[in-house]
């Protein structure tokens, strides 16, 4: 990969068709990375592979390059291109865990979801749980004893107390608590999974994925991937997030919301340059909705005409 070029990214997981909010992300992850001159990347996001298929993923990808959003590296149509996928990259986590295992920062985690929700741990400001570190309380015996048995474990991630703090290319300077909102957080389900957020910090950083453009419901998980990034010993790259999305009752559009999804919006508005439209429109990039092509909204793109506070989809 060419060095000192930008490199950004498209990191879908191919659950379902795309809806209005996902490609909202592609579309000014590319526009960001192409304003700069920069590459692009796909990665299929594929690791739960009970909802995630190859032909959603096929899908996926030609639903993009519909809407005129090309790549440099990455996934292809009808092409293997296992390295972008990341249900085949396993031995890759695998190398990488044992290198935190190595260094005495996880451990197994027993807890079942119920005894999970039982304990009365705070929950973090956007509402998920916070591990109140249960397992790591474990003595050596009680831990060798479990992992003898038949008990299924996670693995888990010890958090430090102290605050990680980045500048976000478009909300600016972020600091969150891992310990507080997070807890001690989980890096290999107990399925042998690994996690999202391991996942995610090894590709990208593996791919040489220079800037990370997606939508804010991941700006509280950048704090967790800085601290992958750090115990790993990665660059990490530069985090930028986007307003989400919703609907006007406040609600964000999800894939259940099969009006907006790709199917739906392709049979509506017939044409690429419609669809592009109407997320330039969303996005600030245009002033009022008209049809456009993806490659000339590249000149017209400028992060301070994106909003900042979530937008409401009418129809
Ligand atoms: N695969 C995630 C999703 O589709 C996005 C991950 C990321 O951008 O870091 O929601």
């Not at 791919?207 to 790993?232: C, F, H």
Request: with cysteine; hydrophobic share 40%.
């Amino acid at each position: 990969m060419a060095e000192n070029k930008i490199c950004g990214r498209f990191a879908p997981s191919p659950s379902g068709r795309m809806h209005l909010g996902n490609i909202f992300c592609a579309l000014l992850a590319w526009l960001s990375a192409r304003s700069q001159n920069g590459n692009m990347l796909l990665r299929i996001e594929d690791l739960d592979t009970s909802r995630c298929t190859e032909e959603k993923a096929r899908v996926l990808i030609d639903d993009l390059l519909w809407l005129g959003l090309d790549w440099d590296y990455g996934a292809v149509p009808d092409k293997p291109a296992d390295e972008y996928y990341q249900s085949r990259r396993s031995g890759i986590y695998k190398k990488y865990f044992d290198e935190l295992a190595a260094q005495d920062l996880i451990y197994p985690c027993f807890c079942s979801r119920a005894e999970l929700h039982a304990a009365s741990a705070p929950h973090s400001s956007d509402g998920h749980f916070v591990y109140p570190g249960t397992c790591l309380r474990l003595t050596a015996a009680q831990r060798a004893a479990k992992l003898a048995g038949a008990h299924k474990c996670a693995w888990r991630i010890k958090v430090p107390g102290a605050d990680v703090t980045f500048d976000d290319l478009h909300y600016g300077r972020q600091s969150l608590n891992l310990a507080r909102e997070w807890g001690d957080f989980i890096v290999r389900r107990s399925d042998g999974i690994y996690a999202y957020q391991l996942a995610v910090v090894i590709d990208d950083a593996l791919m040489n994925v220079t800037e990370v453009i997606r939508g804010s419901d991941l700006l509280t998980s950048t704090a967790p991937q800085l601290y992958l990034y750090k115990q790993l010993g990665f660059n990490a790259p530069q985090f930028g997030h986007l307003p989400l999305l919703t609907a006007p009752d406040g609600r964000r559009l999800a894939k259940r919301d099969l009006d907006l999804d790709m199917g739906a919006l392709r049979q509506h508005y017939k044409t690429p340059e419609a669809v592009i439209g109407k997320l330039a429109c969303l996005a600030g990039v245009i002033d009022k909705e008209e049809a456009i092509k993806a490659a000339e909204l590249i000149p017209l793109f400028d992060w301070q005409k994106v909003p900042k506070k979530n937008i409401v989809v009418k129809f």
